[in-house]
């Protein structure tokens, strides 16, 4: 069965540090690829998503992820974050053209930004 | 953007009562609409997929009898919690897919709170 994990449980940094968030997927086949992003009090909301194309995708509010195929990740990345940032990222991988295409999501990885 | 309403966002219910849970579509129309329900510090876990005017599908280890799902409309599915039990209080997220298209993204409803007493 697939799995999506995300090593990191939670994340503490200062205001202006750089960020990445590791996400691995254990299938092999085609995948689409998200990163959501869910605010305290708030809904899940898309960071970003791959599909197809350049395996680097920028999101909203400066996210970036690369998918590299051959180690089966999708990090999100940001270069300087903002106490703004403060919530909790879910990565999630989908089977691509799968008869349900349900989306598998990792745990999550909080990320508290001090200001 | 497409927008994904759940109502109501918060309920306090006895131990044997049912609770109804709604989830609209806005501005478009959703094939299938995806229930999730989420425990604390973990990740969201898939209850069912539902199929506007067929029977949804469940998960393994999700009771479709005590979690019933409707999808009536190409806007509007609802999860009735029946007999709720203390262990059923949770956070129940829905999920639609926009018509169309492999490739899809799925919008999320802000949440329902549930709390069984």
């Known amino acids: 069965a697939q799995s999506v994990s995300q090593h990191n449980h939670h994340v503490i940094l200062s205001e202006a540090a750089s960020l990445e968030l590791g996400c691995n997927y254990s299938?092999?086949?085609?995948?689409?690829l998200f990163w959501y992003v869910q605010y305290p009090g708030q809904h899940l909301q898309l960071l970003l998503k791959?599909?197809?194309?350049?395996?680097l995708v920028k999101g909203i509010k400066g996210f970036e992820a690369e998918f590299i195929k051959s180690k089966f990740s999708f990090n999100l990345r940001k270069p300087s974050v903002q106490w703004s940032d403060t919530a909790e990222y879910f990565c999630a991988v989908r089977e691509y053209g799968g008869s349900q295409g349900n989306l598998i999501f990792g745990k999550g990885t909080k990320l508290s930004v001090k200001p | 953007g497409a927008v994904v309403s759940q109502h109501p966002s918060r309920v306090i219910c006895k131990s044997g009562t049912s609770v109804k849970i709604e989830c609209r579509s806005l501005?478009?129309?959703?094939?299938?609409m995806f229930w999730y329900r989420q425990f604390p510090k973990k990740s969201l876990m898939l209850m069912a997929t539902s199929n506007e005017g067929s029977k949804a599908t469940y998960e393994q280890g999700v009771e479709k009898d005590k979690f019933l799902i409707n999808h009536a409309s190409l806007t509007l599915s609802t999860l009735t919690v029946t007999s709720a039990h203390p262990e059923d209080s949770s956070f129940y997220i829905c999920?639609?897919?926009?018509?169309?298209?492999?490739?899809?993204?799925?919008?999320f409803g802000p949440g329902t709170r549930l709390t069984v007493t």
């Open positions: 791959y599909f197809s194309g350049d395996p």
């Open positions: 299938y092999g086949g085609t995948v689409n």
């Open positions: 501005d478009f129309q959703a094939t299938t």
């Open positions: 999920s639609a897919k926009e018509f169309g298209g492999s490739s899809y993204e799925q919008y």
